[in-house]
């Protein structure tokens, strides 16, 4: 399995700048001296793995949770370009929801990453909590998978202090229908008696029962019934290669 990134960030007094050649706009934010530490802060992509089949399109969450007075943020999305295909990239309603805000984006394909950044406008102060920063929209080209690699992240407070938190990453699995699991836990290109009996211990389940989880949710209706345990036995002893 591919390794997660994990990071804490703690620097002193620098410039921080999201140079954007496209548009020829930048974003600067100017970080003082401080170590704001808090081992809740995190930002991380939403699911930490991801089933999907050969050219289906999805999206994944970028989420922060225990963060307190957060005026902006940046990040890079590392990927597969071979495996995903970007679509789009939304910023997501965390910041937005209550004050306006400048929301940039550039599309690194050839290094196959994502350059993402977002800051309030005003002499306001942050917003606490949890909740979305940003969307981003891919679709699977080929089997395999496919490391969601989050690193070179920033979050910085509305004094413009850079807070020290964890980033964590995830994993796209671009597989059979079906296919939700294996030996340890994670799908393994094929499709047995496993996954099926996988889909079974979470039928009936629907948000937010404790059991659901949507990779189970083979067609996507909200529900894992009947329909899904019938695509993977549709499947049965399909694998790749």
Same mark, same amino acid.
């Given at each position: 399995?591919?390794?997660?990134?994990?990071?804490?960030?703690?620097?002193?007094?620098?410039?921080?700048?999201?140079?954007?050649?496209?548009?020829?706009?930048?974003?600067?934010?100017?970080?003082?001296?401080?170590?704001?530490?808090?081992?809740?802060?995190?930002?991380?992509?939403?699911?930490?793995?991801?089933?999907?089949?050969?050219?289906?399109?999805?999206?994944?969450?970028?989420?922060?949770?225990?963060?307190?007075?957060?005026?902006?943020?940046?990040?890079?999305?590392?990927?597969?370009?071979?495996?995903?295909?970007?679509?789009?990239?939304?910023?997501?309603?965390?910041?937005?929801?209550?004050?306006?805000?400048?929301?940039?984006?550039?599309?690194?394909?050839?290094?196959?990453?994502?350059?993402?950044?977002?800051?309030?406008?005003?002499?306001?102060?942050?917003?606490?909590?949890?909740?979305?920063?940003?969307?981003?929209?891919?679709?699977?080209?080929?089997?395999?998978?496919?490391?969601?690699?989050?690193?070179?992240?920033?979050?910085?407070?509305?004094?413009?202090?850079?807070? @020290?938190?964890?980033?964590?990453?995830?994993?796209?699995?671009?597989?059979?229908?079906?296919?939700?699991?294996?030996?340890?836990?994670?799908?393994?290109?094929?499709?047995?008696?496993?996954?099926?009996?996988?889909?079974? @211990?979470?039928?009936?389940?629907?948000?937010?029962?404790?059991?659901?989880?949507?990779?189970?949710?083979?067609?996507?209706?909200?529900?894992?019934?009947?329909?899904?345990?019938?695509?993977?036995?549709?499947?049965?002893?399909?694998?790749?290669?």
């Amino acid at each position: 399995m591919p390794s997660h990134k994990l990071k804490h960030t703690t620097v002193g007094l620098f410039f921080v700048s999201l140079m954007f050649p496209l548009t020829g706009l930048a974003i600067t934010l100017i970080i003082q001296q401080q170590d704001i530490s808090s081992v809740e802060t995190t930002i991380l992509v939403s699911r930490s793995n991801v089933n999907v089949r050969v050219n289906q399109t999805f999206a994944v969450n970028i989420d922060v949770s225990g963060v307190s007075d957060l005026y902006g943020w940046a990040f890079k999305l590392g990927y597969n370009t071979s495996t995903l295909e970007l679509v789009n990239v939304a910023e997501g309603s965390f910041l937005n929801n209550s004050r306006d805000t400048y929301f940039v984006s550039k599309v690194m394909s050839t290094d196959g990453y994502i350059l993402v950044g977002c800051t309030s406008l005003g002499n306001i102060a942050g917003v606490n909590g949890n909740g979305t920063i940003a969307s981003i929209e891919f679709r699977s080209l080929s089997m395999g998978n496919c490391t969601l690699d989050l690193y070179d992240t920033k979050l910085v407070s509305s004094n413009r202090q850079l807070m @020290s938190h964890v980033a964590t990453g995830g994993v796209v699995f671009v597989t059979i229908q079906g296919d939700v699991t294996g030996s340890n836990g994670y799908p393994d290109f094929k499709v047995d008696m496993r996954d099926i009996g996988a889909i079974c @211990s979470k039928f009936g389940a629907t948000p937010p029962s404790p059991k659901w989880d949507p990779n189970y949710d083979i067609n996507d209706d909200g529900i894992i019934n009947m329909r899904d345990i019938g695509i993977a036995c549709s499947n049965f002893g399909k694998h790749y290669p």
